[in-house]
């Protein structure tokens, strides 16, 4: 039976996303307040489905084990249908990059002018957008997103390394 667009639609997508809480370090309100905003966003809005596989739709677990990155991803009624590791390393320099350009953004919404503080975000979006882009690869023998699910991921990545 062939599915129809619609079909795949609904049913290629995340409905639940959890962090391993073993992997959470201790994080500031900044922080907690975009790890709530993209599970909230990446559940309202994504794209998501592991290759070969016509099930769904998903829940994920994020967390990381040892120096890798763990999706545990399950159907709804948690039958697993996956778990993917993927190495930290490529993600390194853009994850240390992205912590200290946030750092100074969060900073300079409260003493910086208005072109700092933009410059700011610019430089933040540009380096998740760089980062969204490597998921996405590193992802693609395994798991089918669109752009904007890499980056609500990426965003959760970041949440996993922050160790407060």
């Known amino acids: 039976m062939v599915r129809s667009e619609r079909d795949k639609q609904r049913t290629?997508?995340?409905v639940a996303v959890t962090l391993d809480e073993s992997?959470?370090?201790r994080a500031?309100?900044?922080v907690e307040h975009e790890r709530a905003v993209a599970i909230y966003d990446?559940?309202?809005e994504n794209s998501f489905r592991p290759v070969g596989h016509e099930g769904g739709p998903y829940a994920l677990n994020l967390g990381i084990s040892g120096n890798r990155l763990m999706f545990d991803i399950r159907e709804t009624d948690g039958r697993p249908v996956i778990a993917h590791l993927l190495s930290l390393a490529p993600f390194r320099r853009i994850v240390k990059?992205?912590?200290v350009v946030c750092d100074s953004y969060y900073a300079a919404i409260r003493t910086s002018t208005p072109d700092r503080i933009e410059a700011l975000?610019?430089?933040r979006r540009a380096l998740h957008d760089e980062a969204s882009r490597i998921l996405?690869?590193?992802l693609k023998r395994k798991v089918e997103l669109d752009f904007d699910t890499a980056r609500r991921l990426f965003t959760l990545v970041t949440v996993l390394h922050?160790?407060?």
């Open 23 to 25: 992997s959470i370090g």
């Open 136 to 138: 996405m690869e590193r």
């Open 28 to 30: 500031n309100r900044d």
């Open 42 to 44: 990446l559940i309202e």
């Open 121 to 123: 975000d610019m430089g």
């Open 12 to 14: 290629g997508r995340l």
């Open 97 to 99: 990059d992205y912590f």
């Open 162 to 164: 922050w160790k407060g």
